[in-house]
């Protein structure tokens, strides 16, 4: 895994990357994963000619710490972009990602990868934050999520019941060419149109050099918005036009890879950075067998639906093992010819096995977090919590006198507490947990500060 000079022949070698990330996506909102409403034929697809992680987790159940994380490769607590008081970055926050971290993008900028980011942001809003002081030679889309920016006489929940969350304009949300405001509030209706035609541009523009495509939708966040050849079309309302939308986009991007001839050197993944927000209602997708959904740490908070494909790199399989989006990072810069920096602590593993010949996972475990709280730890086929929080119920974290144990395995919806009955697997736990607090350092939390 040494570098040195990357000569043409070594490029060659080296995969084409793209990952597809939707915003707010639950488990249960793709085809492949059990949805039999939203059409998702491309997706779906993609999981019948790679793989189906059925045992995937974002990094955090809410947005900033969960981009954080899959872009780090680390724990947000280890990079201060999580809060036990604020969930992610806002407009007037005047902190974001520290310039000591290190990116996927930067990473595989080493081995000359052309690098891309189409779509939201989220790790901070001022110029030093920006996407191409982090990595990536170009940036279109959003710095923060398509609901923020309220410019409406409303109060942010009574907009939910009212007809005024479909009017776009009551959101002055900026849309960002580079480091330049280009549209305000920009069109979210043309929105995910607008870049799957960036990401085919990027595509074809660098199909002769290594590049690294990431792709990070809007939606479905609501507000809910699609392009005329969508809106409407759906059975599953204006939540399921979005999804198809995404879905148009992912077998467009998948036509290009093939038209180009560059199949058997890409890998796509399709993943969500958290469950979905179950507060909005039909708008806010479902979990499917999970219980729980964003903001917090059942599993339908944080296990999202993901699929990998790369006819030169992914054996086709359904993988029920664990994987973490964390595990990107490691990843990618073992197929790129990176050196992992050993100058850190990074949470991600390297998945290049499973995907090559569908091994065992080396990732069996997860910690669950809640800013600088653990909330649950999972080992294998146990998920132990010990704390509880839902981010949109007003109520306080909740220390459990008795905590709750369940086998994912055959109690995915977590239901059956067996916490009474299994001192072998709590002893096992135990002390993976206090190995992983050995290590800990908690770093400065980086969303608290606000413009006044």
């Known amino acids: ?61 809410v947005c900033t710490p969960s981009r954080a994380a899959l872009l780090t490769g680390r724990l947000p607590l280890r990079t201060g972009l999580t809060s036990n008081t604020r969930g992610v970055l806002f ?51 959003l710095p923060y999520s398509n609901d923020m920016d309220n410019v409406s006489n409303m109060n942010y929940w009574d907009m939910w019941k009212s007809d005024e969350r479909k009017n776009y304009n009551n959101f002055n949300v900026p849309l960002i060419f580079d480091n330049k405001i280009i549209e305000r509030p920009v069109n979210q209706r043309t929105l995910t149109k607008r870049y799957l035609n960036e990401s085919l541009k990027f595509i074809e523009e660098n199909s002769d050099d290594n590049f690294f495509l990431y792709l990070a939708h809007s939606m479905p966040h609501v507000p809910l918005f699609s392009s005329e050849m969508f809106e ?13 939308e995404i879905d148009y986009g992912v077998g467009e991007i998948i036509n290009k890879i093939k038209k180009l001839g560059l199949s058997d050197k890409t890998i796509i993944v399709f ?3 958290n469950g979905p927000w179950l507060e909005m209602g039909e708008e806010g997708g479902t979990a499917g067998i999970l219980r729980g959904g964003k ?18 790199y992914i054996k086709p399989g359904v993988v ?43 990732t069996e475990s997860f910690f669950y977090y809640w800013g600088s709280e653990l909330m649950a730890v999972r080992y294998k086929s146990h998920k132990l919590h010990l704390k509880l929080h839902e981010a949109y119920d007003g109520k306080p974290m909740e220390t459990l006198k008795t905590p709750f144990l369940y086998n994912l395995d055959n109690d995915p919806s977590e239901d059956n507490n067996i916490y009474e009955d299994n001192l072998d697997i709590l002893d096992k736990i135990d002390q993976i947990t206090k190995k992983h607090k050995r290590d800990l350092i908690i770093a400065k939390d980086l969303l608290i500060d606000l413009k006044q």
């Not at 409407?232 to 198809?244: C, F, L, N, T």
């Not at 990618?332 to 499973?354: C, Q, T, W």
């Open 1 to 61: 895994m040494l570098i040195g000079c990357i000569t043409n022949d070594s490029k060659s070698n080296l995969p084409n990357i793209i990952i597809i990330l939707a915003d707010d996506l639950g488990y249960g909102d793709i085809g492949v994963f059990g949805n039999n409403n939203i059409r998702t034929p491309n997706i779906d697809q993609m999981a019948f000619e790679g793989q189906k992680w059925t045992n995937f987790y974002a990094g955090a159940s």
């Open 91 to 141: 407009p007037n926050s005047l902190n974001g990602i520290p310039q000591s971290e290190i990116t996927i993008a930067e990473q595989l900028k080493k081995s000359n990868y052309k690098t891309k980011l189409v779509g939201k942001w989220h790790l901070g809003n001022k110029e030093e934050y920006f996407p191409i002081n982090h990595g990536f030679d170009s940036w279109f889309g």
């Open 232 to 244: 409407g079309k759906s059975i599953a309302g204006p939540y399921g036009d979005v999804i198809e």
């Open 271 to 273: 993943t969500s950075e």
């Open 295 to 312: 903001g917090s740490t059942w599993e339908g908070g944080i296990r999202v639906p993901t699929v990998i494909w790369g006819p030169g």
């Open 320 to 362: 029920d093992d664990i994987g973490t989006s964390m595990d990107l990072f490691t990843t990618f810069s073992y197929l790129a010819d990176v050196e992992v920096p050993n100058d850190r602590i990074i949470d991600g593993n390297n998945l290049s096995n499973v995907f090559k010949s569908l091994s065992k996972s080396p």
